[in-house]
């Protein structure tokens, strides 16, 4: 299989579930909740819960706070709100999307939001649902997908690199069931909210499963039935990221976290805190 491993694991996944989305952060962030300005010694950064929010709590705040930088997490649940608000400057930076999904952003919302650094890559699994061997995947079987362009795209990616589709354009980032040109065993896909996929495993045959969403959610990629490797193209294009409204990756604060969180010493915390849930894009 091109670019992809896969394992099957016969411990039992956890059945925690995950958190729904929401319209704002968590705690009721309001457009004035942040600092404005990253040149200050205080660095307000919108974060997902896992693993964003905790990276930036156990691991950058500490360091920061060395250099008198105060590091202030804010939390959200959703994927819109936080480049609202870090274009509006209501928090300096961002940290929970991938490079593929702002440019998306930027061209559907007339954005000029901008990368400040490569972090880390989740990579993207399938989990089993009611079916568990796709060798012996069942004509006419059901796996559910995240129904976010980008997210799709991948998830579609994985599953014609792993000999079960065949997209008309095979390198699409955003291809959708409609672009499926060879489907051999016709298999049926339920496009989901991104969150919501950990808890539709009981109904659907697989899951193809966001890495923050499955770790929310006590899936981890030792447990998926396949998943991306290492040099596929999760790194260059779904590497998350430190994002910022252009002008302001150079700014003191915003260079300080992003040397931060691509120095070794961030390797090892991942390596020991996530495992192959969590890998360094840099």
Known sequence: MNNFTTSISRRSL???ACAGLGLVALGGLTACGGSSSSDSNVLTVAASPVPHAEIL????????AKEGIELKVKEYTDYIQPNKDTTSGAVDAN???HITYLE???????????????????????YAGTSNDLDAIADGATIAVPNDPTNEGRALLLLQDLGLITLSDPE?????????????????????????????????????????????????VPDALAHESSDSLAVEKYANIICVAKGNEDSKAVKALVKTLTSDDFKAYLEENYGEDVLPAF
Do not use: C, M, W
Request: proline share 6%; glycine share 4%.
């Open 14 to 16: 956890l059945a925690s």
């Open 57 to 64: 709590t156990d691991f950058a705040a500490p360091l920061l």
């Open 95 to 97: 940290y929970f999307q």
């Open 104 to 126: 998306n952003y930027n061209a559907e919302n007339g954005t000029d939001l901008v990368s400040a650094g490569l972090i880390h890559y989740e990579p993207f699994a399938v």
């Open 172 to 220: 699409n980032l955003e291809a959708t069931p409609k672009d499926i040109k060879d489907n051999p065993h016709n298999l049926k896909f339920q496009e989901l909210e991104a969150a919501a996929l950990p808890r539709a495993l009981s109904s659907v045959d697989f899951a193809v499963i966001n890495g923050n969403y499955a770790i929310e959610a006590g899936y981890h």
